[in-house]
């Protein structure tokens, strides 16, 4: 034991340091507050009903219809208890509160790669510190996007573990890829997994060329074999829910369309412009090194300064306090620091000054293979994430490479950059430490990346216009707007323009002068090692330190205390206002609300309380989706509404802001029997029929569907009843008493991957009718429906993830086992 303590010291040490500059980040956490997340907040009021039934039952539903209708829970919250991975998920979040648990992982996954290519343990620490303080990484804790940062927290170790198993440790190295891959897949963000797996392709084309080239092609092969096999047992872990999202997939609004008149309706995938929607503008990427150069995030707390130039110009135009004009011209005209050409953006991508300056540096003397696998994933990836300002690169991949088009923001694929350039950063370093490069050489190659990097951020400082506009696209139309809001008046509405064009210069330059600080400081150090002014330990504790101050004070920016707040205010974030408690008086079981009080299709607030035909979701139905552009955009059908079984109507006074609740007398019910169908040749006709239909007389049903129907058999459906007898989220009853076979309709949405539908116990089949709604066709006399939903997909899936967690657990224990065994050898 004291030998394992002796050997282990310093990762133990360095370890307990992660632990500490996480909670001293994270002090509010200490007082018993929770970070306010945007992102979270909403998934958990899509949630509620889910967490309700889970309260009460001991399980979560599958499906939930607090919004759109009803929807699988399989992209919300759904349990996967025979997942190895939840459970080493849930123990992290067990031990450590939220966000300190994600920021560790960030820490020690990267920690685990810079051993894993034998950097020294307190350089590793230092390189662990640049990954995990990157800009964009705390941003998206600050947002909510909790799934996409535990992603981008197992990058670096699955990598650690394919690069042991090429080493030759394969027992060790794929255990390692198959348990970090399944916590990967188990994060459930499949972009940031889907652009690791990019990023590896290359890593292995780039590791056979050299295999074929060193004539090692068999112990490379022997290398692959043990990673497919990793690769198998980690999707074998993850059966339930990979299966589930992928037959899920095919149905949202990331699958085919279903419409084909309509010339804007993405055929397969997401449209271009809103995959593009988010794109990295190309002098924006400066910002890895000067974080501000583009201003920051969209806001205006540089602009509400006194001392700001834009401060002083509205103090001359209103002779008053000018920040009430500031904050109205922000959202009137776009008055704010950001100027890239994002819809809005939290901040930059900042990797760091002394980082950037470390990865020129091993761009010049780095010998390692790694140097081209890092270089050209950065460049492929960074002009990826230029989306429609460099399409030459991205229509190719978003036109012919297989799934591309599913995913949006494009330039969320920098996160990974963001590991590759503090790799070869610090790898940079461990080569100045190794001295395979004689010392007036180092100095050299030092010299000439201090002057790249440092050099371009005194550009910056001294004639920052030369450089850079500081304007967006739409510049010119601010002004017009500005000119007309001050009464044609272009002489004021030009100053307020030009002050706002210094504010971002000044910003700009601020920031260039501190990265310029930053590249001195690291410069001073790695001269100081190769000269040996300075002792090894000290020059690596000395820059460990300035890349954590570097890095933490540009975060602060973006999550800081501000932040957070008392659990009690999360937990009861969403309030019931008077209009929504006058509705939760009803008991009726499964009734849906219309808020036209807020963003009814992208808030999810009405969630928190009501099962909502609105909602908020990234992947709805498609179907769904097609329904709302159709029915909902341009104006609001009330047929369709009827059919949803919308009950009340919230609608607010936008002069006195008081609230409204309609209760809908023409609301279709739970079910009903239908007099009549017509037959539509395809989704076109049935989306155009209902644009004008009676739902609680007729039932508009595709013709594929016809085969269900004997309509030799069907009655007119008078004295025909059906009633909602009991309601589960995923098991509803309904009986209903009929004196011929008639068509029922129900307000339910139609999935067919899992809803069952059994009559007196037997199951029969039932069809689409309405666009998203179900129906059947049932027999004459008293009976009992059920409609269970039972996904095989969720059932047998989890039945493979249990095996694949066996399996994965046994080859854990035997490769620590060998690794032990071999040690003692």
């Excluded at 440790?169 to 390692?176: N, R, T």
């Excluded at 009853?733 to 008639?742: I, L, Q």
Aim: glycine residues 8%; aromatic residues 12%.
């Amino acid at each position: 034991m004291n030998n394992w303590l002796k050997a282990n010291g310093i990762h133990l040490a360095i370890i307990g340091f992660f632990i500490l500059i996480c909670f001293v980040y994270f002090s509010p956490v200490l007082q018993g507050k929770g970070p306010q997340q945007s992102d979270v907040l909403q998934a958990k009021a899509t949630a509620k009903e889910i967490m309700d039934y889970k309260e009460k039952d001991g399980k979560g539903p599958l499906w939930t219809n607090q919004m759109f209708g009803g929807m699988p829970a399989y992209q919300i919250w759904v349990q996967h208890p025979y997942n190895a991975a939840t459970y080493v998920i849930d123990f992290m979040k067990a031990v450590f509160p939220d966000p300190v648990d994600v920021v560790l992982m960030y820490l020690l996954g990267a920690y685990l790669l810079f051993c894993v290519l034998k950097v020294n343990p307190l350089l590793a620490a230092a390189g662990a510190i640049a990954f995990a303080f990157t800009s964009y990484n705390f941003q998206i804790i600050a947002a909510g996007h909790s799934n996409k940062a535990l992603a981008i927290s197992f990058l670096a170790p699955i990598v650690a573990g394919i690069i042991l198993t090429i080493r030759g440790k394969y027992w060790l190295g794929a255990s390692l890829t198959a348990l970090f891959l399944a916590l990967e897949i188990r994060a459930n963000h499949i972009q940031m997994t889907y652009y690791l797996m990019i990023a590896l392709l290359i890593f292995i084309g780039i590791e056979l060329y050299h295999a074929i080239k060193g004539k090692k092609v068999a112990a490379f092969g022997k290398s692959m074999g043990f990673l497919a096999i990793a690769l198998v047992l980690s999707l074998m872990v993850n059966a339930g829910k990979l299966w589930t999202t992928y037959e899920y997939g095919k149905e949202s609004n990331r699958g085919k369309s279903n419409l084909t008149t309509d010339s804007a309706e993405e055929k397969n995938g997401l449209s271009k412009e809103y995959a593009y929607g988010w794109s990295q503008g190309v002098g924006e990427s400066f910002t890895f090194l000067i974080p501000n150069l583009y201003g920051g995030g969209t806001g205006i707390d540089e602009l509400v300064k006194p001392e700001s130039n834009t401060y002083k110009a509205l103090q001359n135009v209103t002779g008053g306090d000018p920040r009430p004009a500031i904050q109205q011209l922000a959202g009137q005209v776009g008055l704010q620091q950001y100027w890239g050409e994002k819809p809005f953006t939290s901040g930059p991508y900042y990797f760091g000054a002394i980082v950037c300056f470390l990865f020129v540096f091993g761009l010049l003397i780095v010998r390692s293979r790694l140097k081209w696998w890092i270089l050209g994933t950065t460049i492929l990836f960074m002009l990826l994430s230029f989306g429609r300002h460099f399409p030459l690169v991205s229509d190719l991949f978003f036109e012919y490479f297989p799934m591309y088009n599913k995913f949006r923001a494009v330039e969320s694929i920098l996160a990974l950059v963001g590991l590759m350039v503090p790799v070869l950063a610090f790898l940079a370093v461990k080569e100045t430490l190794e001295g395979t490069m004689d010392q007036k050489t180092l100095g050299k190659k030092l010299t000439v990346a201090g002057a790249i990097t440092g050099g371009f951020t005194l550009l910056v400082a001294v004639m920052p216009s030369a450089f850079f506009s500081f304007t967006a696209s739409n510049h010119p139309q601010m002004v017009q707007v500005l000119t007309q809001i001050a009464q044609n008046n272009a002489g004021v509405a030009q100053s307020i323009a030009n002050a706002l064009v210094q504010d971002r210069i000044d910003i700009a330059r601020a920031d260039a002068l501190r990265s310029l600080l930053f590249i001195a400081i690291g410069y001073a150090l790695i001269w100081a090692l190769i000269n040996k002014k300075m002792g090894l330990q000290t020059v690596m504790v000395l820059l460990g330190l300035a890349v954590l101050i570097d890095m933490w004070q540009v975060d602060r920016r973006y999550l800081n205390n501000s932040n957070f707040v008392s659990k009690s205010d999360l937990k009861n974030h969403f309030q019931p206002r008077e209009i929504d408690n006058l509705i939760l008086a009803d008991k009726d079981p499964d009734y849906r609300v219309l808020d036209l009080s807020i963003a009814t299709f992208q808030d999810a607030s009405a969630s928190a309380f009501h099962k909502t035909i609105g909602g908020y979701h990234a992947a709805k139905l498609k179907r769904y989706q097609e329904l709302i552009d159709k029915q909902f955009s341009k104006s609001i059908n009330q047929d369709v509404v009827d059919m949803l079984n919308t009950k009340y109507i919230i609608t607010q006074d936008q002069q006195t802001g008081s609230y409204k609740m309609q209760r809908n007398a023409t609301a279709a019910g739970h079910a009903w029997i239908v007099s009549h169908v017509q037959f539509a040749k395809d989704a076109d006709e049935e989306m155009k029929a209902i644009n004008s239909f009676d739902p609680k007389k007729e039932a508009i049903v595709d013709v594929r569907y016809k085969q269900l129907i004997n309509e030799k058999r069907l009655g007119s459906g008078v004295g025909a009843m059906i009633t909602l007898d009991s309601y589960h989220p995923d098991h509803l009853v309904y009986s209903y008493s009929a004196p011929t076979d008639v068509i029922a309709v129900f307000s339910e949405i139609y999935y067919d991957k899992g809803w069952n539908m059994y009559v007196d116990g037997a199951e029969k089949p039932y069809f689409r009718a309405d666009y998203v709604l179900r129906a059947a066709q049932l027999e004459a006399g008293n009976h009992k429906i059920e409609f269970k939903f039972e996904p095989v997909s969720y059932y047998a899936g989890e039945k493979i993830s249990l095996l694949g967690s066996v399996l994965l657990i046994a080859g854990l224990g035997f490769a620590f086992y060998s690794e032990k065994k071999g040690k003692k050898q």
